[in-house]
T-cell receptor, first 114, second 110 residues
Framework: GAGVSQSPRYKVAKRGQDVALRCDPISGHVSLFWYQQALGQGPEFLTYFQNEAQLDKSGLPSDRFFAERPEGSVSTLKIQRTQQEDSAVYLC????????????FGPGTRLTVL | GQNIDQPTEMTATEGAIVQINCTYQTSGFNGLFWYQQHAGEAPTFLSYNVLDGLEEKGRFSSFLSRSKGYSYLLLKELQMKDSASYLCAVRGNAGNMLTFGGGTRLMVKP
């Protein structure tokens, strides 16, 4: 595709519900990143994939957060038993490789937990 | 740990020049990025510095001093559409993820 796409763009969940957020990276991009962005703040790193391998998940805030990229393309970020503090914009980014290549960001999914 | 500081807000006049500063203290350094983010939209790449000096790209320039842990983004001939948040981000040695500052919200006034 032309850019990184994410779905849904907006998600409202009741506290305790599970949610799944999808990211379609730019075709051929090896690296995929998930970030969490609170209102008025910069993005914060959650996890990183190279192809299907999850190389770094140090930013996941709790074991309720889980990410996968089984075929090295589309990725899903799952949040179990959502809490109000999970409300944020979840951004996905992809890049061709590591090194100096820029990361291209998707439009994000705005999650609101009531 | 990682610490990246940039001003929270700045205001400038259309047609003027503005400089947005960023200081960083990180465990390792493998490049500094500037992104622009309009409200409700994705961050878009502006510039990348890995060596000391100035990188110029049209109306936007970015400077890096690794010894001082300092960068700035320079915007010339400001336009109203430049009103946005500007994010400074550093890539450390421990992987390819970016550590972002809190962003500088720039308001351009007529």
């Amino acid at each position: 595709g032309a850019g990184v796409s994410q779905s849904p763009r907006y998600k409202v969940a009741k506290r305790g519900q599970d949610v799944a957020l999808r990211c379609d990276p730019i075709s051929g991009h090896v690296s995929l990143f998930w970030y969490q962005q609170a209102l008025g703040q910069g993005p914060e790193f959650l996890t990183y994939f190279q192809n299907e391998a999850q190389l770094d998940k140090s930013g996941l805030p709790s074991d309720r957060f889980f990410a996968e990229r089984p075929e090295g393309s589309v990725s899903t970020l799952k949040i179990q038993r959502t809490q109000q503090e999970d409300s944020a914009v979840y951004l996905c980014a992809s890049s061709q490789t590591g090194g100096g290549n820029e990361q291209f960001f998707g439009p994000g999914t705005r999650l609101t937990v009531l | 740990g990682q610490n990246i500081d940039q001003p929270t807000e700045m205001t400038a006049t259309e047609g003027a020049i503005v400089q947005i500063n960023c200081t960083y203290q990180t465990s390792g350094f493998n490049g500094l990025f500037w992104y622009q983010q309009h409200a409700g939209e994705a961050p878009t790449f502006l510039s990348y510095n890995v060596l000391d000096g100035l990188e110029e790209k049209g109306r936007f320039s970015s400077f890096l001093s690794r010894s001082k842990g300092y960068s700035y983004l320079l915007l010339k001939e400001l336009q109203m559409k430049d009103s946005a948040s500007y994010l400074c981000a550093v890539r450390g040695n421990a992987g390819n993820m970016l550590t972002f500052g809190g962003g500088t919200r720039l308001m351009v006034k007529p």
